[in-house]
Nanobody
Framework: VQLQASGGGLVQAGGSLRLSCTAS????????MGWYRQAPGNQRELVAI???????HYVDSVKGRFAISRDNAKNTLYLNMNNLKPEDTANYSC?????????WGPGTLVTVSS
C-alpha cells in the first residue's frame, strides 16, 4: 500500500490547513488510520487516529483544533487543522494498519509562522 500526503504549506498562526492522505488501494474496512508528525529534533508523535469501531483519538495539544475524517470512496484520510500554532510546525505523515502490517507515507511539511 502506498500513501501520499498533501496539503502542507506555510501558514500564519491562527490559520487553517487541510491535509489529505490518499491510499493506493481501497481503505474500506481499514479501521486503524492516523496522522503523525515529527518536528526537527523531536520524536514522531501521534496527532490523530481512527481506531477500531471508527473512534477518533487526538493528542491533547490538538484537541478542539484538529479533526480527522475519511472518505472511503476517495481512499482518502483528512486532517483539518484550525487555529494553527507555531508549535504545530512539523512534517505530517499518515499511516494505516492492514493485516497486521503498518504502512507509512512520506509526509507533507506544515510550517506555522508567528
Amino acid at each position: 500500500v502506498q500513501l501520499q500526503a498533501s496539503g502542507g504549506g506555510l501558514v500564519q498562526a491562527g490559520g487553517s490547513l487541510r491535509l489529505s492522505c490518499t491510499a493506493s488501494r481501497s481503505i474500506f474496512g481499514i479501521d486503524v488510520m492516523g496522522w503523525y508528525r515529527q518536528a526537527p529534533g523531536n520524536q514522531r508523535e501521534l496527532v490523530a487516529i481512527f481506531t477500531s469501531g471508527g473512534t477518533a483519538h487526538y493528542v491533547d495539544s490538538v484537541k478542539g483544533r484538529f479533526a480527522i475524517s475519511r472518505d472511503n470512496a476517495k481512499n482518502t484520510l483528512y486532517l483539518n487543522m484550525n487555529n494553527l500554532k507555531p508549535e504545530d510546525t512539523a512534517n505530517y505523515s499518515c499511516s494505516l494498519r492492514l493485516l497486521g502490517q503498518i504502512y507509512w507515507g512520506p509526509g507533507t511539511l506544515v510550517t506555522v509562522s508567528s
